[in-house]
């Protein structure tokens, strides 16, 4: 089991960056797939990005190019550096950890809001 709390979220300007962070107790960081979902309002849970064991990373469309997850095996934290912010991009950012799909364990959840 592992647990799983994020920080770093706020409010920032169109155009900004934030990087929210997810650091993990519990268990054995290193062998799970970390991911980041969000929750817009009125909108489903959507699986934003995600690093393997091995480093390698996927990233939703809307996010490509703008979005950076990473892993720090030895902090057993990950996080994900958000730049060129979009209003579209508000939504309470959840941390996640499974063992093929990060989908087992969850944080309580960031709120990120991109306003001017």
């Known amino acids: 089991q592992v647990q799983l709390v994020e920080s770093g979220g706020g409010l920032v300007q169109p155009g900004g960056s934030l990087r929210p962070s997810c650091a993990a107790s519990g268990s054995i960081f290193s062998s799970y797939v970390m991911g980041w979902y969000r929750q817009g309002p009125g909108k489903q849970r959507e699986l934003v990005a995600r690093?393997?064991?091995?480093?390698?990373?996927n990233y939703a469309d809307s996010v490509k190019g703008r979005f950076t997850i990473s892993r720090d095996n030895a902090k057993r934290t990950a996080y994900l550096q958000m730049n060129s912010l979009k209003p579209e991009d508000t939504a309470v950012y959840y941390c996640?950890?499974?063992?093929?799909?990060?989908?087992?364990?969850w944080g309580q959840g960031t709120q990120v809001t991109v306003s001017s």
């Open positions: 996640s950890a499974g063992f093929v799909l990060p989908d087992r364990y």
């Open positions: 690093i393997n064991t091995g480093g390698s990373t």
